[in-house]
């Protein structure tokens, strides 16, 4: 498996189970973002050695504004032109050979074929907000954009919403959905977003 559009498969061919396992559980984003590594492994086929959780990578040099923002907000006796991300669910190519320590971020970050942001409705007395994620999506557009300047290369970028809060007053608004589709054709970032009752897909 050594494309982007494998993997979109790989979501299309779990999306169902995904959304079935997840309406069943209330949960954190943390325990969600387990439930779809899980299912990418089972029904995806994605290889063992090609999806990876929460790895931490150091992008050097940032050339971003986003990042060269997100930089000058840290305390300048650490600062520097690096900054780390941490992305929720990474694919990488068969090439990183299943290695992507923090200490082999140059290699994490080059190989990387697609990164997926995860995001849940579990706040207590609050739904997710716009800002919120469009912060996420403008953090994967970076990410996106510095593996291009830096590797000359594409990958793929997309965020999963899972907002099964039982009550309308926890889940995301409507309004707020719509504002999140068009930034995600925009930015031509992979949505999927589901409900206890309805669900949307949406590639690019």
């Known amino acids: ?3 982007i559009s494998e993997f979109r498969k790989s979501i299309s061919n779990s999306y169902s189970k995904i959304i079935e396992e997840c309406r069943s559980v209330l949960g954190s984003e943390l325990h969600y973002q ?10 995806g086929k994605v290889p063992l050695s090609q999806l990876g959780m929460n790895v931490k990578t150091t992008i050097e040099d940032c050339k971003t504004d986003f990042f060269k923002n997100r930089i000058t907000k840290k305390d300048e006796r650490f600062r520097s032109n690096n900054l ?27 190989k990387t074929l697609y990164s997926l942001e995860i995001k849940a409705s579990e706040r207590n007395k609050g739904r997710l907000q716009f800002k919120e994620i469009e912060t ?3 953090k994967l557009k970076a990410q996106y954009n510095e593996t291009k300047l830096m590797f000359n290369k594409e990958i793929g970028i997309g965020m999963m919403i899972i907002d099964v809060a ?20 925009k930015l031509s970032i992979d949505l999927w977003y589901f409900t206890q009752k309805e669900n949307i897909e949406i590639t690019y």
């Open 1 to 3: 498996m050594e494309t």
């Open 34 to 43: 387990a439930m779809v590594y899980h299912l990418l492994r089972v029904l």
């Open 84 to 110: 780390e991300i941490i992305p929720d669910i990474s694919f990488y190519s068969n090439s990183l050979k299943a290695d992507w320590r923090r200490r082999n971020y140059k290699n994490t970050l080059e």
């Open 136 to 138: 996420d999506f403008l």
């Open 166 to 185: 039982p009550f309308e007053n926890e889940r995301m608004k409507k309004e707020t959905l719509n504002k999140i589709i068009e930034l995600s054709k």
